[in-house]
């Protein structure tokens, strides 16, 4: 169940952060629809649980040297991995604009898991 909220959730969260990012710049960061975000936010869980493991072992010591801010760019990786497989429907234009969006989006989801997760876990 957790994990379906979170879906719904993050998918909130992308379109709050495309929003944010048009402001700056209007073509930067582009989602067709609510159900385009549904099937993003749940296409990104999927590379988090497959490919962002296998990323984090490679890069391993560039992480560490780094004190784990190389986690970023992995997360922008698999932001530009998600845009490169939904098309149209889902865009981020550039690398730099992915770095900003996995940056906004990692803040989002910090605020997200003490407000809601970790509260609803205090209640049971």
């Known amino acids: 169940m957790r994990w379906l909220l ?41 590379l988090h649980m497959f490919v962002k493991p296998l990323l984090i072992i490679i890069t391993l010591p560039l992480t560490i040297i780094t004190f784990g801010f190389f ?17 149209d429907a889902f865009n981020i234009n550039g690398f730099g604009t992915a770095i900003v969006a996995a940056i906004f989006i990692s803040v989002f989801n910090i605020f997200i898991d003490k407000l809601i997760f970790r509260a609803r876990e205090k209640k049971e």
């Open 6 to 46: 979170s879906i719904v959730l993050n998918a909130f969260v992308l379109i709050v952060v495309s929003g944010l990012l048009k402001l700056i710049s209007p073509e930067s960061f582009y989602i067709k629809s609510i159900g385009t975000a549904l099937i993003a936010s749940f296409t990104l869980s999927l």
């Open 71 to 87: 986690l970023v760019i992995i997360n922008a990786i698999t932001l530009k991995l998600t845009d490169n497989l939904l098309g």
